[in-house]
Every structure is written in structure tokens, then in C-alpha cells.
């Protein structure tokens, strides 16, 4: 394609995007990340700030950032690339709930989890506008909540809300489906940490009643 085409063909920027993701989905996302980096350099001076490419590819870059470790920096990324965005897409654009869902998780892996949880509670409120019940985003979104609803100390929280989670996806996603199975599992997880908390908070009553 380099030789037939030249350097800033659209074909040669989508070919160079797929070469960065399969390299992180081979198990290497500093090469992605790098990749991504350089590739967001050049279509920024062909296609200019607000092109969907442009911004699709700052979403790919984020994400990459996150799996490199650096969880506040795809924050960051993330919360910058949403205001953008906004102002291009409007509030309800498909991309703006998925830069949002992106931007709590990376909060929550950052050492923000009351954030994250609240933030999937906003988007959940607009994805039950937006989308509906029982779309796939809406149910992950309800996943994802109740998973920092654990995290910020509350398993009985997060059991009770998988537990709902489940019902739905077994109506709308059957038995089978890899996430029924997923959040069958995880509230098996919280189930136990609520056991465990429970019976930790009343050996310790026990101890002060004594």
C-alpha cells in the first residue's frame, strides 16, 4: 500500500489503526499504544481535529494507555476526548455513552471507585433513556455498576444488584450466553464477600457486647 498508493492514502490509515490493534490484541499494547500515538500524529495533520477517525483513534489510544498501566492517564485521555466529543456529536451519540462507560472505568482502576460507581450510575440513567432496558451497553453498564458498588465497600449492594443484573440477562440473553454465565460468577463473588462481611461485623458486636 506504501508503494501504491503513498503515506496519507485513507486506505494506508485504516491498514496502520488495524496493524496497532491486532499487535494489542496479540498481547502487546505498549507496541499498540506506540503505534497508535504515531498513527493519531499523521491523520491529524491529513484529516484535521474533528474527523471521526480523529477521534476514534484518540478513543483506541486511551484504551491502549489503560492496558499499559498508566490508568490515570486514560482518564485523562478519556475526559478530554468526551468534552471534544460533546461538542461535535452532541450528548447522546453512541460514541459519547461509550467514552463515558470507558472514562468511569479507567476513574474506578485509577483508585476512584465511588467515582466510577457514580459516574456508571449517570450513564446508566441515560442508556435507559437512550437505548433502552434491554440493550447490550445498558445491561454491561449494570454490570459494571454493581462491580464498583462492591469495590467502594458495599458487597451486599453489588450481590443484590447482580442478582437483578441476572434475571434480566437470562430473559434477554438466555442461560448459555458467555455474560449470563459472567455474572453468575460474579455474584457468586459478592455473595461471599457479603457472607464474610456480615459475619465479620457480628463476631465483632459479639466481642463489644462482652
Known amino acids: 500500500q506504501l508503494r501504491v498508493l503513498g503515506t496519507d492514502h485513507p486506505n494506508i490509515l485504516t491498514t496502520r489503526s488495524n496493524l496497532a490493534h491486532w499487535r494489542g490484541q496479540a498481547g502487546d499494547p505498549a507496541s499498540a499504544a506506540t503505534a497508535t500515538e504515531e498513527l493519531l500524529t499523521d ?22 494507555r489503560g492496558r499499559v498501566g498508566d490508568a490515570a492517564g486514560a482518564a485523562t485521555a478519556f475526559a478530554d476526548l468526551l468534552t471534544d466529543q460533546l461538542r461535535v456529536l452532541g450528548p447522546d451519540h453512541p460514541d459519547i455513552l461509550t467514552t463515558r462507560g470507558n472514562l468511569a472505568h479507567w476513574r474506578g482502576q485509577a483508585g476512584d471507585p ?49 442478582q437483578k443484573l441476572l434475571t434480566d440477562q437470562l430473559r434477554v440473553l438466555g442461560p448459555d450466553h458467555t455474560h449470563t454465565m459472567t455474572t453468575r460468577g460474579n455474584l457468586a463473588h459478592w455473595q461471599g464477600n457479603s457472607d464474610r462481611k456480615s459475619t465479620r461485623l457480628n463476631s465483632s458486636h459479639a466481642n463489644i457486647s462482652y
Request: net charge negative; hydrophobic share 35%.
Open 43 to 64: 491523520q491529524l495533520r491529513v484529516l484535521g481535529t474533528d474527523h471521526p477517525n480523529i477521534l476514534t483513534t484518540r478513543s483506541k489510544l486511551s484504551y491502549w
Open 114 to 162: 465511588v467515582g466510577a460507581a457514580t459516574a456508571h450510575q449517570e450513564l446508566l440513567t441515560d442508556q435507559l433513556r437512550v437505548l433502552g432496558p434491554d440493550h447490550p451497553d445498558t445491561l454491561t453498564t449494570r454490570g459494571n455498576l454493581a462491580y464498583w458498588q462492591g469495590n467502594t465497600g458495599d458487597p451486599a449492594g453489588a450481590a443484590t444488584a447482580y
